[in-house]
């Protein structure tokens, strides 16, 4: 409880016990610091992991020349942790784990006390990131670049209405949350809101809201701004460098290179593929 993530969950602990005493409606964000730099908490959350158990992927210098020049810089930009010691890298990743579990334990302090004052029978809940976290894929730590490591994220959600133990492979944003908000609380959701509700994914988790989700990035290096867009369907991802993708393109094929490690942008197999999904992702860009 001396950790930031237990003072923040005893804090959220403290509202509910004023909320369900007052029975008045409620808005509650409790924002995790971990896992982040530096990778803190108690030694018993590291007691769960053996270091020997964890894997580093390797990434050399060969890997780089298959990418656009702005997406391997993305990937080299912080010198310091390029090419780590094998023996160092698997201590941060078990670190990072450690940390991670220390943050499902302090989610489910606060999941317990919803349920211990009933809250839990009217209350929706939400798990959701930032941003998504590179852990030596590509050789790259963090976060800070358009693969998929990086931009995916947590999200699930919980509550009255909303089946138990189901997934969906729509692709959805992070825009989306507000108006599943208002859905479910039967709100008005605003004109000017361009997220979509998830609701219809909850009746039928088949269902999809969205083609892509969409991803910007910006980057400068030596007085140059390097902007990039990506967007990933069901089974693709693409990624554009520069407004006319001047500085090149990404493409990979999620069904049999998961970790993205082998852009297709000029296999000619995939040209088809490739312009349909630069049309689809210039559209994004403009709506």
């Keep these: 409880e001396e950790q930031t993530d237990g003072i923040g969950a005893t804090e959220t602990i403290r509202f509910l016990d004023e909320f369900a005493k007052s029975g008045e409606n409620f808005f509650l964000a409790f924002g995790l610091f971990r896992p ?23 990434s050399d210098k060969e890997y780089l020349k298959t990418i656009p020049m702005p997406a391997a810089r993305s990937v080299r930009e912080k ?22 579990s220390f943050v499902d334990a302090q ?13 839990d029978k009217n209350t929706i809940v939400i798990l959701t990131s930032d941003h998504g976290y590179h852990l030596g894929e590509h050789g790259h730590w963090q976060k ?6 990086s931009t995916r994220v947590p999200l699930i959600f919980s509550g009255p209405g909303i089946p138990r133990g189901i997934s969906s492979k729509s692709p959805v944003e992070l825009i989306d949350i507000y108006p599943t908000l208002t859905d479910l609380t039967k709100i008005e ?9 998830l609701v219809p994914i ?19 290096q030596h007085n140059k701004v390097f902007e990039g867009y990506s967007i990933k369907t069901s089974r693709y991802r693409i990624t554009k460098w520069g407004d006319n993708g001047e500085d090149g393109f990404e493409l990979y094929d999620h069904s049999n290179d998961p970790e993205e490690m082998f852009n297709l942008a000029n296999n000619i197999n995939y040209k088809i593929i490739l312009d349909s999904l630069e049309l689809h ?3 994004r860009i403009k709506d």
Aim: charged content about 35%; aromatic content about 14%.
């Design 36 to 58: 982040h730099t530096p990778y803190v908490a108690p030694k018993k959350y590291f007691d769960m992991y053996n270091i020997n158990d964890f894997d580093i992927p390797e």
């Design 79 to 100: 010198k310091v942790q390029n090419y780590l010691d094998k023996d160092l890298a698997k201590e941060i990743k078990r670190a990072y784990y450690a940390t991670t």
């Design 107 to 119: 989610i489910g302090r606060v999941l317990d006390k919803l349920e211990e004052t009933g809250l």
């Design 144 to 149: 800070q670049t358009l693969f998929e490591k």
């Design 189 to 197: 959701t605003p004109s000017h809101v361009v997220g979509k509700s």
């Design 202 to 220: 909850f009746r039928d988790n088949e269902f999809k809201v969205r083609e892509s989700a969409l991803t910007r990035w910006r980057a400068s």
């Design 281 to 283: 992702l210039d559209y």
